[in-house]
């Protein structure tokens, strides 16, 4: 018994926590930054020898970054760049024990600092570092760059479908709902799912409690299925697809994002605006849209763009896309990226 | 009066209708067990090693229309486990577990058994971990990883091959399913798959278990 004891014990002291850098067009690295009681896992894949790295800052919260991580983006990104897959505290494969109180915008800001921090100790001081902010990530991602000097340890703001600011969006998706359901009951296009819409958003003119937001976005998320030409992605298909072959810790996404999606912060989230404090971003922006997107409508990213003091700075909105336009118009998505990243990485 | 007589009665009858012992199928299954196994979740590999305490036998006998006498044995064990996986890039987990086992054994040999329990796991994160002081120094943390509580629950099937073989080992099956706690201030479930070989040493290093022995006779 004792021998089978110490068997396991060098196989665990063996098998893990392994520090590997690597410098290459094909690397794949995983590490933890530990913060505030949560173990957040970070997986940087791609051409690290490029030092230049994509930082993706997921949605949610709680949604986690394994979701990101598609053959096509491994195949069309990361052959030039590295991205690093973070997941933020309480999503994903991050760990930890009772860390909820802990679960606050700030704190996840201060988390971004620490991870920006450990990639630049691992793969030097000199390297480009861009955010590249999706729905909740974009509002994460704002209030990074918006707080004290911190923009001046990046190279740039990827700005896809994210949301700056809550009572806004809300807002805006409920206006976009009316707009083109009305034009979609013109067309006969779904009338009976438009209609239970349009009623919804008439009886609820403004001022929205946290359970009309819920519903609004409920609704956005629906909206984006009944529009033809618009690109429908399956994200349980996409989680089958990748679930073995990149390890997904299945049950610790799951009850990670359930609680998440549940916490308190929830509700100081809908509050949260950004509009007013965007002009101190001087970095280049590139502003990423889906036109059908009724979870964080366009004219979310124009007022981003618009609010922006960065000279240098670029908007562009795919026509077949919704929210998801990372898995919507995939080519767009990574020639994009890959355009704005060459010309402003060092 | 004739409540507590029908009482009286039913107890004296049920009294002498038990009265019979069948020890040697008793012995058989009273042994230490030692368990070692293959413990997976999914394709992530692990082991896991453990003891049983016997804590009571009853051997059930029954005879059937034709007098063919048929013995199930009805087992329940104390199990203590150290058991481990390994989850690439998620983590390591160490895990003591100690559990109520309940097995069923047919007179083939084919048994099946659930158990629950409580246990106590450490996990090691997987991958280098890094703290970043408020000066900006970067270090590196060495094992992080987390303690947590933990609730077990499993069934299985097997073979014991003492029954007819006189092998002292039982091949077995089984699904586990365990929750740790507190995970991120909720819960971790994951599900893990037990094979592996059950050893009967032989030994009696823990005797106070109850033998109780019962036969049953179907009448028309």
Redesign the interface.
């Known amino acids: ?1 004792r021998s ?2 110490l068997f ?2 060098i ?3 063996s ?6 850098i690597t410098f290459s067009g094909h690397a794949s ?7 505030a009681g ?2 957040m ?1 970070v ?1 940087v894949e791609g051409n690290t020898a490029s030092k230049t790295l994509i930082i993706f800052v997921h949605g949610g919260p709680g949604a986690g970054s394994f979701i990101y991580n598609t053959d096509y983006i491994r195949e069309n990104l990361e052959d030039k760049y590295a991205i690093a897959y973070w997941d933020q ?2 999503a994903g ?9 802990e ?1 606050n915008l700030d704190q996840m800001v201060e988390d971004l600092k ?1 991870v920006i ?2 990639l630049k ?1 691992r793969y030097g001081q000199d390297i480009s570092l861009f955010l590249l902010g999706h729905s909740f990530g974009g509002l994460l991602m704002t209030a990074f760059a918006t707080k004290a000097d911190y923009q001046t340890l990046i190279n740039g703001l990827i700005n896809v479908n994210g949301s700056h600011n809550y009572p806004l969006n809300e807002t805006l998706t409920r206006n976009m709902l009316l707009t083109v359901g009305q034009q979609q009951l013109a067309l006969n296009q779904n009338s009976e799912e438009w209609t239970d819409i349009i009623n919804y958003c008439n009886s609820h003119s403004g001022n929205f409690t946290f359970n009309e937001s819920v519903q609004l976005e409920k609704y956005a998320i629906d909206a984006e299925g009944f529009i033809p030409g618009v690109k429908q992605i399956n994200i349980p298909a996409q989680i089958l697809k990748y679930a ?1 072959k990149n ?1 997904y ?1 299945l ?2 996404m799951l ?2 994002y ?2 998440s999606s549940n916490a308190d912060l929830n509700k100081k989230l809908a509050k949260k605006e950004f509009s007013s404090f965007l002009y101190k971003v001087t970095v280049p922006v590139l502003v990423l849209w889906g036109k059908y997107d009724f979870v964080c409508p366009q004219e979310l990213g124009d007022d981003f763009f618009m609010k922006v003091s960065s000279s240098e700075k670029s908007k562009i909105v795919s026509p077949v896309s919704g929210h998801n336009i990372m898995f919507q118009d995939e080519k767009l998505f990574c020639d994009a990226i890959a355009a704005f990243v060459q010309k402003f990485r060092h | 009066m004739l409540k507590l007589l029908i009482i009286s009665v039913s107890a004296w009858f049920s009294f002498i209708c038990v009265g019979q012992t069948d020890s040697s199928r008793m012995v058989n299954n009273a042994l230490l067990g030692l368990k070692l196994s293959y413990n997976s979740s999914l394709i992530y590999p692990g082991l896991s090693a453990g003891i049983e305490f016997p804590v009571k036998i009853v051997s059930v006998a029954k005879t059937n229309k034709a007098l063919v006498e048929k013995a199930i044995t009805r087992s329940r064990f104390i199990s203590g486990n150290m058991n481990w996986y390994h989850h690439p890039g998620f983590h390591d987990n160490v895990y003591l577990t100690t559990e109520w086992v309940m097995r069923r054994t047919k007179p083939g040999g084919f048994f099946s058994e659930f158990s629950s329990g409580l246990g106590f796991s450490r996990t090691f994160v997987g991958g280098t971990t890094y703290r970043v002081a408020a000066d900006g120094i970067v270090s590196i943390e060495k094992l992080r990883g987390y303690n947590y509580a933990m609730i077990t629950a499993g069934g299985g099937i097997g073979y014991d091959l003492q029954q007819k073989n006189q092998l002292p080992l039982s091949l077995f099956g089984k699904m586990n399913l365990f929750s740790m706690f507190p995970y991120n201030s909720t819960i971790y479930l994951r599900p893990a798959f037990e094979l592996g070989l059950r050893f009967n040493t032989g030994c009696f290093i823990f005797n106070r278990f109850k033998k109780i022995s019962v036969t049953k006779t179907k009448s028309k």
């Open positions: 018994m089978l004891v396991i014990f196989l665990v002291l098998g893990c926590q392994k520090t590997e690295e995983t590490f933890y930054v530990e913060n949560a173990s896992r997986l505290r309480n494969a991050s760990q930890g024990n009772c860390n909820g109180d679960l620490k921090q450990v100790y073995i390890k810790p049950t610790s009850f990670n359930i609680f």
